[in-house]
């Protein structure tokens, strides 16, 4: 009995794993100008019978490229082992089985007897530094690549805008009730668009961070990241937009928010009292959470309010009137069931 429980939970864990890898790379191989820039990047990059490291290679995608291109030895590390066969299959089923190898592991803890002329890796998260980018490319400039090699990308800065997020006027949607302070507690949760369509930008696009990836020693600071607006209009302005601008190399970049697998982070606002103003934006990322302040000063006075889920979290727990230890044992009694 206790074999057939087991072997049904490993069974639901391979389903829900497998459904969303296959999601995942099958929204990464449909976007169009994702595919053209790196595909081109790659092209402009590469000499015949070079040597070429991907990284957190997917679904092999670009190794096939390389090896397609010309590229005489591909390497293909993967840290999913369920990717693993998907890549080597593909390179199969696209002739270049011989010259591409595929490794299982994390770059930066894999041991690899080669100097490669490209380095070519897709670890940039919606926020860019989420899938450890940084890490991983000085880890392999350090270990992997060549005197006068080549990363791809080069570089990558994090850009934000004040905007608007086009959502249904008010909740509950289709019926009656007063949930105004369930709204108030969402604008502390940042989303994940896709839908480019719902956001309208107000103000010009401002750098947060730019790093150079090529030359990027240490993890940059992210906890007090900043951006600001001379006299902005602020009716129509509920959230800042914040995505990436990607450098592969020189003269081709890819910005997420005209992607369609990247998805744009919308730091929501409560609307400001003055319509017009100097907009501050300050952005703090850590490994748990978000914290974000928007501020406006006008002729009158000066507008601030600061979000973070962990806020919305605390709160919570305060009308809950939970203590800290009660909290912890039910989220732990919880993750058991």
């Not at 919606?126 to 992997?144: L, S, T």
Request: proline share 3%; net charge negative; hydrophobic share 40%.
């Amino acid at each position: 009995m206790t074999q057939q429980v087991d072997g049904g939970a490993a069974e639901a864990q391979l389903y829900s794993l497998t459904c969303q890898l296959l999601t995942i790379h099958e929204s990464l191989l449909r976007d169009r100008s994702r595919n053209t820039a790196f595909f081109e990047a790659l092209r402009r990059s590469l000499t015949k019978g070079a040597t070429v490291l991907d990284i957190g290679s997917g679904s092999g995608v670009w190794a096939i490229a390389a090896a397609k291109l010309g590229a005489g030895q591909v390497v293909a590390i993967e840290q999913e082992p369920l990717l693993v066969g998907l890549i080597s299959n593909l390179a199969q089923e696209n002739g270049v089985a011989d010259r591409v190898r595929v490794v299982q592991g994390n770059s930066t803890q894999v041991q690899l007897d080669i100097q490669c002329d490209v380095v070519i890796s897709e670890t940039i998260g919606h926020v860019i530094f989420d899938e450890q980018i940084v890490q991983i490319m000085i880890d392999a400039r350090r270990r992997f690549l060549k005197p006068g090699g080549i990363l791809i990308p080069g570089g990558v800065t994090l850009l934000a805008a004040p905007a608007h997020y086009s959502v249904s006027d008010q909740l509950p949607a289709g019926i009656s009730g007063d949930f105004s302070y369930f709204e108030s507690l969402i604008l502390n949760v940042p989303v994940g668009l896709t839908d480019k369509n719902r956001l309208e930008l107000i103000g010009e696009p401002r750098e947060l961070l730019r790093v150079d990836l090529s030359t990027v020693e240490a993890m940059p600071d992210l906890s007090n990241l900043h951006a600001s607006w001379r006299q902005l209009e602020t009716k129509n302005i509920n959230c800042f937009a914040v995505w990436a601008e990607v450098s592969l190399v020189q003269g081709i970049n890819v910005e997420t928010i005209k992607t369609t697998s990247w998805s744009t982070t919308v730091y929501r606002t409560k609307p400001f009292n003055q319509p017009q103003g100097d907009a501050e934006f300050k952005l703090g990322l850590t490994s748990n959470t978000n914290y974000w302040t928007t501020a406006l000063t006008g002729a009158e006075l000066r507008e601030e309010a600061s979000y973070s889920p962990a806020f919305a979290g605390r709160e919570l727990l305060a009308r809950s009137r939970m203590t800290g230890d009660l909290f912890k044992n039910l989220k732990f009694g919880l993750q058991q069931n």
